[in-house]
């Protein structure tokens, strides 16, 4: 079992930064490719970045290519999104996921997904 807690989110000006941070319990979280997706009121839940267990391999939305910035810390148990240049569009629920794979994570396939934190974006 791994249980995802997600912080960091808040309400934030039209090309400012927020750092998310997902703190994970249990052993297994090096075993795990991990993630972040987002869904916005009225809209579908989608992908925004994943990270390998080993952190070697990342991949990234099209819409948040050059802005944001996934990393793990392993000895931590910690997955992080640095969001840089944030729009509005930006604004959403954004979750930390866990998946047995960065192929799942970017596919949806999640194993364990946790409560969300809130972004707000303002213009």
């Known amino acids: 079992q791994v249980q995802l807690v997600e912080s960091g989110g808040g309400l934030v000006q039209a090309g400012g930064s927020l750092r998310l941070s997902c703190a994970a319990s249990?052993?297994?979280?090096?075993?795990?490719?991990m993630g972040w997706f987002r869904q916005a009121p009225g809209k579908e839940r989608e992908f925004v970045a994943g990270i390998a267990w080993s952190g070697g391999n990342t991949y990234y939305a099209d819409f948040v290519k050059g802005r944001f910035t996934i990393s793990r810390d392993n000895a931590k148990n910690t997955v992080y999104l640095q969001m840089n240049s944030l729009k509005p569009e930006d604004t959403a629920v954004y979750y930390c996921?866990?998946?047995?794979?960065?192929?799942?994570?970017?596919?949806?396939?999640?194993?364990?997904w946790g409560q969300g934190t809130q972004v707000t974006v303002s213009s």
């Open positions: 249990g052993r297994t979280f090096r075993s795990y490719a």
């Open positions: 996921a866990a998946a047995l794979s960065l192929t799942k994570i970017v596919h949806g396939t999640y194993s364990y």
